[in-house]
């Protein structure tokens, strides 16, 4: 699976970004994972096809909504109310099994290349 994230950039604090992640083909477990300097990789939101139903970490519940476009083949996170935390390079994954958002990375094998927020 092929996945290009877009959407990244910068944003004033409270400010809002929706990135787009598009994909080849679509997989049972699809996340949005984000990354800082010296952090882990943290699990922001998954979507999964059995069920449908969203989950988010807690920290950008309220704030960011996951929804899939299946005839774009295109998984957008919509981020409202940001905040300087939420600076990170954002990545797209998709993997075999059904997930929820406290899937690790280790049980994905397509990532995209990442896309850079920065909340000032």
Known sequence: VQLVESGGGLVQTGGSLTLSCTYSEESNCMMWFRHTAGEEREGVAAISTTGRNPTYVDS?????????????????????????????????????????????????????????????
């Open 60 to 120: 950008v519940k309220g704030r960011f909504t996951l929804s899939q476009d299946d005839a774009k083949n295109t998984l957008y996170l919509h981020m409202n109310s940001l905040k300087p935390e939420d600076t990170a390079m954002y990545y797209c994954a998709a993997a075999s099994p059904p997930c929820t958002v406290v899937a690790v990375p280790g049980v994905f094998n397509s990532w995209g290349q990442g896309t850079q927020v920065t909340v000032s």
